[in-house]
């Protein structure tokens, strides 16, 4: 049964590499118009008022012994069918799809590096956790973190954190909040959603892919650093490295998304022997 889902903000499509199918790239991440508009507004709002340092260590403690469910990577792929992201304006068709053009695109760009290929099917799967009945304002869109003032580029920056008790907290409020200057983005505490719990599920389970895939995974989603050039007073030398990598992945991300679906089936077995080359098994998610 598919859960009464829509798209994710965090999902805007992918490259197609092809510019004469891609999708004008201007028209990708529309948050001032277009038919889904109001959906993507209303789950911004309740994420923007919700997410707090407090609820944010809750999510932590309540995902991190990874006792949710038990199932393959693969497995993961097939439960994204019954959802679709409300947070992206760009899509309104099931996230398996994202996944797999995701990947492909990547694979076409970069023949030779099978693990980037299959970071690009695994960046969404952390939205299981919407199919585990977790709201998509906890689950899907860009992520921010959390302890400290948002920064302009956050999408709806200027209306949708008025509700956010943390605001109101005189060291939260402030630019660099509860942190030091520079102290690196591991350090940070960033509001929670499928970026996070799934970065975090890839430690646990002890994927044997390369850093940049880990950074690829947990900051995908963080387009006020990425491509707003915000936060930069919280990066250590490290994050100003791997961001080229974080913008290189995010070009598959966001240019690969249309409607003209992959065949799933001809391309499950390339991936599944990826999977079994770098997350084998039943893991625990």
């Given at each position: ?7 994710d ?14 999708k ?7 948050y ?24 944010v ?9 990874f006792?949710y469910?038990?199932m ?8 994204l069918?019954g ?17 797999f ?10 023949p ?6 299959l ?44 509700d ?16 030091q ?13 499928h ?30 650093w990425h ?6 007073q ?12 974080v ?17 799933v ?21």
């Amino acid at each position: 049964m598919k859960v009464a889902v829509g798209p994710d903000p965090s999902l805007v499509y992918r490259p197609d590499m092809d510019p004469d199918v891609a999708k004008d790239k201007g028209s990708f991440r529309n948050y001032t118009s277009g038919p889904l508009l109001d959906r993507v507004f209303a789950t911004y709002k309740l994420m923007h008022t919700r997410q707090t340092v407090d609820f944010v260590r809750k999510k932590h403690a309540q995902f991190g012994g990874f006792s949710y469910k038990k199932m393959t990577v693969m497995e993961a792929v097939d439960m994204l069918d019954g959802l679709v992201d409300e947070s992206d304006p760009d899509v309104d068709f099931p996230n398996s799809f994202h996944a797999f053009q995701t990947a492909e695109g990547i694979r076409k760009a970069h023949p030779d590096k099978d693990w980037f290929h299959l970071v690009g099917l695994l960046h969404d799967l952390g939205k299981v956790l919407a199919l585990a009945g977790e709201p998509q304002w906890a689950v899907v869109g860009d992520t921010f973190p959390v302890g400290c003032r948002p920064q302009a580029s956050v999408v709806f920056c200027d209306s949708t954190f008025q509700d956010n008790p943390d605001l109101q907290d005189p060291l939260y409020s402030t630019e660099l909040g509860m942190y030091q200057p520079h102290c690196g983005l591991e350090n940070v505490l960033m509001s929670w959603g499928h970026d996070e719990y799934m970065y975090q599920m890839m430690k646990f389970n002890k994927f044997s892919l390369p850093p940049e895939a880990f950074y690829m995974i947990r900051f995908h989603s963080f387009y006020p650093w990425h491509t707003g050039g915000d936060y930069r007073q919280l990066c250590s030398a490290r994050d100003l490295a791997m961001l080229p990598w974080v913008r290189e992945f995010n070009k598959f991300d966001l240019y690969t998304k249309c409607h003209d679906l992959p065949d799933v089936d001809d391309l499950r077995p390339y991936y599944q022997g990826l999977i079994d080359k770098y997350c084998p098994g039943v893991l625990r998610w």
